[in-house]
C-alpha cells in the first residue's frame, strides 16, 4: 500500500488517521500538540520537513485555509521530499483550495481537494462523506488513500475548490438546519411540549432533519452535547460559504442571516459544541 503521512490529529484527523491504519496503510503522523492522539500502528514523526522526506502522500486535517498553506509550504522546501500528492480533508474555502493547488503545481506536486462530512462518528463508522476534487490524473493516484479514508467518496470536480464548494453548501445547510431547528423546539418546550415527544413528532413528519434526527436525539435532548465539531468552526464554514457565494454574486439572504446567528454564537460561547446551539438560542 502507498505510505502516507497524516498531518493534524484533532477529533476528525484521529478518527481518519486511523482508518488509514486499519486499511493497511504504513502512516506516519504530525501533530503540533505531539503523539498523544497519534492511532495505534502509526508512527508518530515531529518534524515536518523530515516526514515529508518518507512518504508518498500527505493527508491533511486542519482547521483553516491559512494552516494548510503553511503546511504546505513546509512540505514544498523540504529536503530530499517524497511527497508527490496532498489530500486536503479541510475545509479551507474556494478561494485558498484554488490557490494552495496553485502553489503544489509549482513546487511538483499534486493537490487534491478533498473535504469531508459526518463527524467524527460518521469517520469511526467508515460512513463518512469524502467529496473530492482534483485532476483525473492526481485523483487516480490518491485512490488508495481515499478509500483507506472512508466506503462514502464521491468525486465532484476536475478543478481543487468544487470540494470545498459542495462542503461549504452543505454545512450551510447543516448549519441552518441546525439553527431553525433549536428555535422551534425551543418555541414547542416554552408552550409546555416535552422535547422528547416533540422530536418523535417532527421526526415522522414533514419538519424531519439530519438536525432533528441526528444531533437533537444524540446530542441535545441527552445534554451531553458531545458532536465533536466545535461552534467556532461551523461560524468559520458558514461564513466561508457567504463569502463565496458574495463573490459569485449569487442570493445571500438566508446565507447572511444563518452566518450573523453563527458569528454571534461563536463570540458570546466561543469553542464549545456546536449542538450548544440550542442552548443559547433559549438564552435570548
Known amino acids: 500500500m502507498t505510505s502516507v503521512g497524516f498531518v ?48 508518498d502522500v500527505m493527508v491533511l486535517s486542519l482547521p483553516d485555509g491559512d494552516a494548510s498553506r503553511s503546511v504546505v509550504e513546509t512540505i514544498a522546501r523540504a529536503p530530499r521530499r517524497t511527497v508527490g500528492h496532498i489530500v486536503d480533508t479541510s475545509t479551507v474555502g474556494l ?21 469531508v462530512s459526518g463527524g467524527v462518528a460518521g469517520a469511526q463508522a467508515r460512513s463518512l462523506t469524502v467529496m473530492y476534487a482534483g485532476s483525473p490524473a492526481a485523483c487516480e493516484a490518491v485512490m488508495p488513500v481515499l478509500e483507506g479514508l472512508s ?47 416533540m422530536l418523535e413528532v417532527l421526526n415522522a413528519s414533514s419538519g424531519r432533519s439530519a438536525a432533528s434526527e441526528d444531533k437533537f436525539v444524540n446530542h441535545v435532548l441527552p445534554g451531553t452535547f458531545a458532536s465533536g465539531f ?19 454574486r449569487g442570493p445571500a439572504v438566508l446565507g447572511s442571516a444563518t452566518a450573523g446567528v453563527w458569528r454571534r454564537f ?10 450548544e446551539i440550542y442552548t443559547f438560542t433559549t438564552e435570548g
Do not use: C
Request: proline share 3%; net charge negative.
Open 266 to 275: 461563536a463570540e458570546r460561547h466561543p469553542a464549545v459544541d456546536f449542538t
Open 8 to 55: 493534524g490529529l484533532g477529533n476528525m484527523g484521529a478518527a481518519l488517521a486511523g482508518n488509514l491504519v486499519a486499511s493497511g496503510h504504513d502512516l506516519w503522523t504530525h501533530d503540533l500538540a505531539g503523539p498523544e492522539r497519534s492511532p495505534d500502528g502509526a508512527m508518530f514523526v515531529s518534524d515536518l520537513s523530515a516526514l515529508s522526506a518518507q512518504v
Open 230 to 248: 466545535a461552534n467556532t468552526l461551523m461560524a468559520k464554514d458558514v461564513q466561508l460559504y457567504l463569502d463565496a457565494i458574495e463573490s459569485a
Open 95 to 115: 478561494e485558498a483550495a484554488r490557490s494552495i493547488a496553485q502553489f503544489a503545481a509549482g513546487a511538483g506536486f499534486a493537490y487534491v481537494d478533498a473535504p
Open 151 to 197: 466506503d462514502r467518496r464521491y468525486r465532484v470536480g476536475g478543478e481543487a475548490g468544487m470540494g470545498q464548494a459542495l462542503k461549504l453548501a452543505n454545512n450551510f445547510l447543516s448549519a441552518t438546519a441546525l439553527a431553525a431547528t433549536s428555535e422551534a423546539v425551543a418555541f414547542g418546550t416554552s408552550v409546555g411540549i416535552d422535547m422528547a415527544t
